[in-house]
């Protein structure tokens, strides 16, 4: 299986925009969607959540229709333990938290949360028709287990009893219960209660092509080779591939191993991305080396995520998106050689991935001057006044080298981003991407221009807050290309608005 994920957390797509996207991805090899909804369809069992951009049903079903006439395979995912914040943020759900102040995580042992679960997976079911397949979530749920009535259980063993539970119904109509691999890796010892029938979506964004220099141990610290010890390598005999190096990807074979089947989940927008566009130099490896080690150890599919919540747009990523297909051609092509014939594709030349990574640069440092994901929760609230000023206090007490080094950050980042449009320019008048690229470049320079002055001394305070309004409405024109008005507004709200917040502090 190849498999893209279609996700709407934080961003709300424009329905054409959608079914445009599924042209592209179902030409490019994919065979199914993993659909994270959310609150993007209009669901009776949770009426709260949905926002004014929402879907009606019939019209998630004419989407639905679409695709499985392009033969893509309709896979949901509804999270069930962790991420729940477009639920649990409304107040009539707050007593299904696992702690008050946090709205991501539900309590498994709260009966009433398994009740709504169970209903709204039965809508799910009624809505998607026919399945094979259902996504039950389950990652990053770091508050569960927590409560007083939650610690006292085993992990593992409260987990599985909760997502058992829940998967019953979808076995008793053949449909393959799924979960993310992150949790319950990290309790290795304790795997016997979830389920051999549930298959495991083990996700790594940062490993990529050959032996990595280190490796994630969920749940524990990275390790190198030269860090491991040996009550890792007795959890763990899989760290170790077979030239003594570290294993890339060695997660898909402890799973695999203790008998689960196993969809290995790369990304093509995750973490490590700027506003406004995807991280090459991390993403190319990530994907070509999670395709190889899906033919290497014949897992059961790749599914290539695109996390809505990094805000740049999805088309920009598409030379990203069709290295899959190209790795399937043949064996032996390597990590350059793919990038090349992607780039002739997209960008009309051999250079373009190399010319678009220059602009990555501009890349996930830049978050802590915005307000996404400000709390460390997946939600889109607005950060309160001060937050940036506080924050920079802080560096200012602490010597923080962030603070301390920004102008060097700042210039090089804009040096970087100035090379890369340099080589895309003249193929931006005939090639789609490359102009998508172009703009993307463009907006880096202007964004890195204006945090420069906002943190320079005395700078014109009227004059530059009418320029970030300005530039406001140019990034909501940008995500607009994809988003709904709205969506693409507030996304541009949360990138600009702590600055426009600061500069009420200055003056
Ligand atoms: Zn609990």
Known sequence: MLIFHMDFNFASLRYEFVKELLDKV???GYDSILWELENQVRWDSCPECAHPDSWSKAQFRELLDYSRKLNLEPIPLLQTIGHGEYVMMHERYHSFREHPDYSDCYCVSNPEVRKFLRKWIAEYCELFGDLKYFHLGGDEAYRFGSCNECSKRERNELYGEHINFLAADLQAKDIRPGIWGDMIL???????SISRDFIVWDWDYCTGVGNPKTVRIWGRSDVSKETLTPELLTLFPELIA??????PFYTSDVLKNRGYDVILCSAVRSYSDGHFCPNIPVHAPNIVGAAAKCRDSKLLGHCVTSWAIRLNPVAAGLPLLALPSLAASSSKISLEDLKEQSAIKYFGFAGGL?????LSSCDNRLRILSAVQWSGLKDSRPAPPNHLAAWIERWIADKDHYWINKDEMFASMRDSTQKGLSALAPYAD???TAALWKRAGILQLRYIELLQTVFSTNPDIDQLRRHLLEFKMEIA???GAEQTPDSAARNANL?????LDYLKNEK
Do not use: C, V
């Open 430 to 432: 005939e090639w789609p």
């Open 242 to 247: 077979s030239n003594g190096e570290l294993n």
């Open 477 to 479: 024109d940008y995500f």
């Open 186 to 192: 990290a309790d290795p010892d304790n795997l016997d």
């Open 495 to 499: 990138i600009l608005d702590p600055l």
């Open 26 to 28: 179902a030409s490019l």
């Open 354 to 358: 190399d010319a678009a990574a220059q």
